[in-house]
């Protein structure tokens, strides 16, 4: 039966009162987004040469952060200025046009209209200071290279493949590779929440695709800290006809139409840059630290084999520390022996050590250091005299009382050594136990350490082996022959540690049990494809965080002892066979090593045994890392009100039509 406009729209008044659009009193809703209705220059203008673009909408308007999320293509040195004002956004560029350039700013989603926010969508506006305008697009993705975590902000930009951008650049191989730090990106982009770029306005031809984290704006690879990634694969942009198929919602729940489109598919789509900071060698002194009185530091940004050497200008320096330093040697902490030392507030000191000089040559330099405790003589003699004072207080009340009193129990007591003890909660076969100590402590007595193991109600001694971590100061690890189902027990005698200070250490008795072989799984895994490879494979929970880490033998990693629990592997090629993730370098033409996701989570039963095999090239790179392990989230893109008025119509019992309330779903 035909239903008149007129008619329904008259329906749709006497239910709701003809409320105004948006109104808070239960009208319908704006869901119309603004339109651009005229531009100046004009979009995809030729044989521009105005530098102030004025793009005008048939609504008032909003920039959403227009210094993040607006892109200028080719680079702009000075940043330009982007104001949304009333129905127009007005962009003045800093830098001079360059000529027979194709010029693009992307805004993204960034515009959206006033009083709703209904998002304009992906807008470009584009213009050439040329005869002709460049229109082809490439696109894809920029992960981390060691987590392959999706990077937001990160810049994206192309060089031609010649290297040549000015008439009178010299076109060679090596101007080619050398480009990236000596000249701004010929066209650039930028990633999104998804680690996604699209890099617009580019010309026939070929090209170089790079990542930079520009950390001072000049649009090249300057510092070494800034991060980067680069390839030599050269792409040439094409396009083609496609189609593909949109979906039109009734409300959030039910879809009206699936509508094919015609578009201009842009290629290559599919490009997957890995970024990396390149690993700081060079050697800078930093600073001098005394937190606490009896210790200094000094801190590099990189290590040396060849530790800092000291000369007192105020104390003599011989057999004046114990020494420690970081695995990497970056920083160095000197443990002052001598407590006359110890309570001298100021340390006067000539060093002599290596550091980078301006042609990046290690060089020994001299230099002298005046270093202050932050906990001075007098504080804290002040603290103690304050403690003691308290005790005497309390001493004194009691006997006014006429209490029975204790006089030991009113003196100001040392503070025993006290061992920091780790021994985990679920002991299996595999762990050992660790234990530290704030302050250096002279060789542990075995001899006032003892393990005990409980077998048929019978407790016996138990064999145990105490080394000295090199990595962690200060850390000793207790490793046993730990047997599934038994108990243990561990006990450490009173005075058994003595620190460089004279302080000692109270008893401690701890009991614990290893797991039975029912409570455990294994998993062997098999890199399809690797067997020649050097390996090193990571279990790892559902924060990413490492369970275990084993070398593969072989292209096999095995994993034994396992909770039950879901897991992930990550793995990497060490090229070096060094046993650790290397990072790149642009300079020597190295790529970082290569990392690889299991994409598929790993399910662990008490008394399983898993044997799985994967094949990490058969797998996109993009499609590795299980998406519960990425931490960098997309974030949920801008799109219209969908169908706040087809809900709207069904809160009040009308049939929704497009086009009767002049609101568009």
Avoid at 243 to 270: A, E, G, K, M, Q
Avoid at 436 to 464: A, C, G, Q
């Amino acid at each position: 039966m035909f239903v008149s406009m007129v008619g329904i729209a008259s329906l749709i008044c006497a239910f709701c009162g003809c409320a105004r659009m948006g109104s808070p009193d239960g009208g319908w809703y704006d869901e119309t987004p603004p339109k651009v209705i005229s531009a100046s220059p004009e979009d995809k203008g030729i044989n521009v040469t105005n530098r102030k673009i004025s793009i005008y909408f048939n609504e008032f308007i909003k920039i959403d952060n227009p210094t993040e999320n607006v892109v200028v293509s080719p680079p702009q040195l000075e940043v330009p200025e982007i104001k949304a004002s009333g129905k127009r956004i007005v962009v003045e560029l800093q830098d001079s046009l360059k000529p027979n350039t194709t010029y693009t700013i992307d805004f993204s989603d960034a515009i959206s209209d006033n009083n709703e926010g209904n998002p304009l969508g992906n807008y470009t506006y584009s213009f050439s200071t040329g005869e002709e305008i460049d229109t082809m697009e490439v696109s894809g993705f920029v992960i981390d290279a060691e987590t392959l975590e999706p990077l937001k902000g990160i810049q994206v930009g192309l060089y031609p493949s010649s290297g040549c951008i000015y008439p009178d650049d010299d076109c060679n191989s090596q101007w080619a590779d050398s480009i990236f730090r000596t000249r701004p990106f010929l066209r650039v982009s930028r990633t999104d929440s998804r680690g996604h770029f699209v890099v617009k306005g580019i010309a026939n031809g070929s090209y170089r695709v790079f990542a930079l984290q520009d950390a001072d704006g000049n649009y090249c690879y300057s510092q070494k800290s800034e991060k980067i990634a680069y390839n030599h694969d050269i792409i040439v942009p094409s396009s083609k006809p496609d189609v593909r198929h949109d979906t039109i919602w009734t409300d959030t729940l039910h879809i009206r139409s699936i509508t094919p489109v015609n578009y201009t598919h842009f290629l290559p789509d599919d490009i997957v840059l890995k970024a990396f900071t390149v690993e700081q060698t060079d050697r800078y002194f930093l600073k001098a630290e005394r937190k606490t009185a009896p210790c200094f530091q000094l801190f590099f940004t990189y290590g040396h084999d060849s530790l800092p050497k000291i000369k007192g200008l105020n104390f003599d320096e011989k057999d004046a520390f114990i020494i420690e330093h970081s695995l990497k040697k970056d920083t160095i902490t000197y443990w002052l022996r001598d407590s006359s030392l110890v309570n001298q507030d100021t340390l006067r000191m000539e060093l002599k050590y290596y550091v980078t000089d301006s042609i990046g040559e290690l060089v020994l330099t001299t230099d002298s250091q005046e270093i202050l405790s932050r906990d001075p003589y007098e504080k804290r003699m002040k603290k103690i005299a304050d403690e003691k004072k308290e005790l005497k207080k309390k001493l004194e009340k009691a006997l006014k009382k006429g209490e029975e009193v204790d006089s030991t129990q009113y003196v100001l007591k040392t503070m025993p050594l006290e061992p920091k003890w780790s021994i985990p909660s679920k002991m299996t076969p595999e762990n050992n136990i660790l234990f530290s100590f704030s302050t250096p402590v002279l060789e542990p007595d075995t001899s006032t350490i003892h393990l005990y193991s409980r077998i048929d109600s019978v407790w016996y001694k138990s064999p145990y082996q105490l080394v000295k971590r090199e990595d962690i100061p200060r850390t000793y690890e207790l490793r046993g022959e730990w047997k599934p189902g038994l108990e243990y027990s561990l006990e450490v005698d009173t005075l058994a540690f003595t620190d460089i200070y004279g302080l000692k250490s109270n008893p401690f008795k701890q009991g614990f049990k290893v797991g039975s072989m029912d409570e455990f799984s294994s998993l062997v895994f098999t890199f399809e494809g690797m067997s020649d490879k050097d390996i090193i494979a990571f279990l790892v929970d559902k924060s990413d965080k490492e369970v275990k880490k084993v070398k593969a033998e072989q292209g096999v990693a095995e994993f034994y002892y396992l909770r039950a629990g879901t897991y992930y592997i990550r793995m990497f090629v060490d090229d070096n066979h060094n046993g650790k993730w290397d990072t790149g370098d642009y300079d020597l033409d190295q790529q970082p090593e290569e990392v690889y996701y299991y994409p598929k989570e790993i399910e662990c039963k008490e008394k399983w045994d898993l044997t799985l095999s994967w094949d990490p090239k058969s797998t996109p790179t993009m499609s590795q890392k299980p998406g519960s392990l990425v931490k960098q989230k997309a974030e949920k893109k801008k799109a219209t009100i969908k169908s706040r008025n087809a809900e709207r119509a069904r809160e009040l019992g009308i049939e929704f039509i497009e086009g009767v309330t002049g609101v568009k779903l």
